[in-house]
């Protein structure tokens, strides 16, 4: 039987708090869109649990604030990749 959309949106913002992981980890781990968390966790969940949605919020903007990191990281393992499959 299908959860309903509250129940999801719930379930979600647990796991995004337990794990403290992305929107991307969140939905990936579930099997959902970025955009269906993304909408799950910043407005369904304020009306369904307001106490959980301050919780979801703190780590939401925090990852916001630490993504340019997170990106850098990203390319800067690339680049290593890529000069490591290189031959001598």
Known sequence: ?????????????????????????????????????HKDLSERLEKIQPQ?????????????EERHIRGGMATREKHLREHQDKPS
Not at 52 to 64: A, E, S
């Open 52 to 64: 959980l949605y301050v919780q979801v919020r703190q780590i939401l903007d925090l990852n916001k």
């Open 1 to 37: 039987m299908r959860e309903s959309i509250e129940e999801r949106a719930v379930m979600l913002a647990q796991y995004l708090i337990e794990q403290r992981t992305t929107v991307r980890g969140v939905a990936k781990k579930f099997g959902v869109s970025k955009s269906t968390v």
